[in-house]
């Protein structure tokens, strides 16, 4: 198991253990989405915190050594992995992120699935896909805007940039900076409050502003996946994969 479950009241802490980067296999996210849907039934439980351990917060899906969007699917198929993300979008009771370190790629997506995020001047957002040359996934095309604005999205995901805490603050992104030994305190008091509200009031007020957004990541993943597919298959994404796993800048030839 790489996702533990336990109860503050009426919080859900769910603590991702996936050392060490805490990559994001199809396993870890349905153990994710099971979380999810176990306090989703508890009546007792009116707000969760996602948290992590270690110092990265999510680094996202392997595409090294297990790319879980690699496989070939039939004509029309929905790929599992992003059926499970888009069922993380579809969670009921109010999420609070708490993130101490990065959050890239597909762990960005992660991040967004919740309606708040505290974070520390260390933690760094990153949209890393054209540096594999690669097209967004997890709903990041779609989410990401909604969070932060058009521009501020186009920024991130066409330059690939990484978002410091601070930045991030400013952008809306994260919603409060504090030290690193506030973190979990500061992110679980705020889960506290929300969890204090009336809740159907709570719920409601929720599903006016989340909307359907479980079925605008289902629209935004299939188009991703098309796009990842045809992507694959080129030059520039071998060379990308190269790239990131060597650490250095891709040399890309537009094939």
């Known amino acids: 198991m790489t996702v533990e479950f336990r109860r503050d009241a009426a919080v859900a802490v769910l603590t991702l253990r996936n050392p060490p980067h805490n990559h994001l ?44 969007v690699a496989e070939p699917l039939p004509p029309g198929a929905r790929s599992p992995f992003y059926v499970a993300a888009a069922r993380l979008f579809g969670v009921a ?7 101490q370190g990065a959050a890239v790629g597909a762990g960005l997506g992660l991040a967004l699935v919740a309606d708040f995020r505290v974070a520390t001047p260390e933690a760094r957002f990153v949209a890393n896909f054209v540096a594999l040359g690669l097209h967004p996934g997890f709903g990041i095309s779609a989410v990401l805007e909604r969070v932060i604005g058009r521009q501020r999205a186009a920024m991130m995901l066409l330059t690939g940039r990484r978002i410091r805490g601070d930045e991030a603050e400013r952008w809306g992104l994260v919603d409060q900076l504090v030290p690193p030994d506030r973190l979990d305190e500061t992110a679980l008091a705020l889960a506290r409050e929300i969890a204090a509200g009336a809740p159907l009031g709570v719920a409601s007020t929720r599903r006016t502003l989340r909307g359907d957004l479980r079925a605008l990541v289902e629209a935004a993943t299939d188009h991703e996946l098309a796009e990842q597919a045809r992507l694959m298959q080129t030059e520039d994404f071998a060379e990308g994969v190269r790239a990131v796993s060597e650490r250095r800048p891709g ?4 094939r």
């Open 251 to 254: 040399r890309f030839v537009g």
């Open 25 to 68: 296999g199809l396993g870890t996210i349905s153990e994710l989405g099971d979380a999810f849907d176990s306090a989703d039934r508890d009546p007792g439980i009116r707000a969760i915190l996602l948290r992590s351990e270690g110092r990265v917060f999510c680094a996202g899906a392997d595409l090294v050594n297990a790319n879980p």
């Open 93 to 99: 009771t109010p999420v609070v992120a708490a993130v």
